[in-house]
């Protein structure tokens, strides 16, 4: 990624990708405040809770796009590999959190936050994998 | 596994990145078979000794 050697396909992916990043953290902020706003209830909470899954939810189609159409073998590895690592510490820091809440009274966080550490987490890992092979 | 890949690509005088358009692979692929970071699948195997007009054993060693 930021790679002169990526394909149009792959810098068109990681363009959508980073693009997903930034609109889910948009919307998770907008939805928050629109909850402390306006204090919504029934059907439209939901449907405002549901919200700030759209980006995330395009986000994993164009992951599951981009490694279906990858036809290098050893890239599609590396990004598998940053995924997974992705979700690693995404689960690391969710019961960290989760203990330190219950325990410690510590802030709470925004729920959709652990998508953003996700999707960073994710795009770092790949970044790493990639430097290394260069 | 190892391989003869950086032997046989300079002997060609090929850079890696002269390989990779030929595979259709990026670069870092290419790089990361020759340092041993990645085995290669069967069909890119065959198809690295096949451009490189050799055997599958010539390019890759069981040791």
């Known amino acids: ?134 | 596994m190892n391989n003869r890949l950086r032997i046989l690509r300079a002997e060609r005088n090929w850079s890696q990145a002269d390989l990779a358009q030929k595979l259709e692979v990026s670069r870092q692929s290419v790089n990361a078979i020759e340092t041993g970071k990645y085995d290669p699948s069967l069909p890119l195997a065959f198809k690295l000794a096949r451009i490189l007009n050799t055997t599958i054993e010539q390019v890759f060693t069981d040791e």
């Open chain 1, 1 to 134: 990624m930021f790679n002169k050697n990526l394909s149009r396909f792959q810098r068109r992916s990681l363009q959508l990708f980073s693009s997903s990043i930034i609109f889910t953290a948009f919307l998770t902020m907008m939805t928050r405040t629109w909850f402390k706003d306006h204090h919504p209830t029934g059907p439209i909470a939901w449907l405002l809770a549901l919200i700030p899954t759209i980006p995330f939810i395009a986000t994993i189609i164009i992951a599951m796009r981009y490694l279906a159409r990858e036809t290098d073998e050893f890239i599609r590895t590396q990004v598998l590999l940053a995924l997974l690592q992705g979700s690693l510490i995404t689960l690391v820091c969710t019961v960290i959190y989760s203990l330190l809440q219950n325990f410690i009274k510590t802030p709470d966080a925004p729920a959709m936050a652990y998508i953003d550490i996700f999707l960073v987490a994710s795009m770092i890992a790949l970044r790493v994998h990639l430097r290394s092979a260069q």
